[in-house]
């Protein structure tokens, strides 16, 4: 069997896409033109709202295997398309979306100002957010989009928390 190739890890520039580039683009949706943050936090969107009706234990044990999916696959991922970040591994935005919705009321208006916090504070990215893109591998990938999550969560927290109007 040494000579046979792996069909697990696709050659940068290869037609077929490994197991771990389907996973990190959300099966090829990371490749969709123009802006593939905003499609994975979409995604993030999508995954999450449905797990917010089932209650916070089941949002939260799906968002830490969300972004330990992530963690495992976007560095591989990032070395097969021999990129150290590149823009079509959105799995690390899905995971930063997932924490961002963590615990927040069933409600479209709280959605949305969630995820217009998390793609500015992914975009813009903060002092301590640009900080952790600088980690190794997938582990720089996936810190600073879950950072970014934490950060919009908590930012909407406050912002409710301290204005009756919103």
Same mark, same amino acid.
């Given at each position: 069997?040494?000579?046979?190739?792996?069909?697990?890890? $696709?050659?940068?520039?290869?037609?077929?896409?490994?197991?771990? #580039?389907?996973? @990190?683009? $959300?099966?090829? !949706?990371?490749?969709?033109?123009? +802006?593939?943050?905003?499609?994975?936090?979409?995604?993030?969107?999508?995954?999450?709202?449905?797990?917010?009706?089932?209650?916070?234990?089941?949002?939260?044990?799906? =968002?830490? +295997?969300?972004?330990?999916?992530? *963690?495992? /696959?976007?560095?591989?991922? @990032?070395?097969? !398309?021999? #990129?150290?970040?590149?823009? #079509?591994?959105?799995?690390?935005?899905?995971?930063?979306?997932? /924490? $961002?919705?963590?615990? *927040?009321?069933? #409600?479209?208006?709280? /959605?949305?100002?969630?995820?217009?916090?998390?793609?500015?504070?992914? /975009?813009?990215?903060?002092?301590?957010?640009?900080?952790?893109?600088? !980690?190794?591998?997938?582990?720089?990938?996936? $810190?600073?989009?879950?950072? @970014?999550?934490?950060?919009?969560?908590? =930012?909407?927290?406050? *912002?409710?928390?301290?204005?009756?109007?919103?």
């Amino acid at each position: 069997m040494s000579g046979r190739k792996s069909r697990a890890a $696709a050659k940068p520039g290869s037609p077929t896409p490994s197991v771990a #580039q389907r996973v @990190a683009t $959300a099966g090829g !949706l990371g490749r969709v033109p123009g +802006a593939p943050g905003t499609v994975g936090s979409l995604v993030g969107v999508a995954l999450g709202v449905p797990l917010l009706a089932l209650g916070w234990p089941v949002h939260l044990a799906a =968002t830490v +295997a969300v972004c330990g999916a992530a *963690l495992a /696959v976007s560095g591989r991922a @990032a070395a097969e !398309l021999g #990129q150290p970040d590149p823009p #079509q591994v959105i799995i690390d935005e899905i995971a930063g979306m997932c /924490v $961002a919705l963590w615990g *927040l009321p069933l #409600q479209w208006y709280d /959605v949305g100002a969630v995820f217009l916090l998390f793609r500015l504070f992914d /975009v813009v990215k903060p002092a301590p957010i640009l900080r952790l893109e600088r !980690l190794p591998g997938g582990l720089g990938i996936v $810190a600073d989009d879950i950072a @970014a999550g934490l950060l919009a969560r908590v =930012t909407w927290w406050l *912002l409710k928390a301290n204005f009756d109007f919103l």
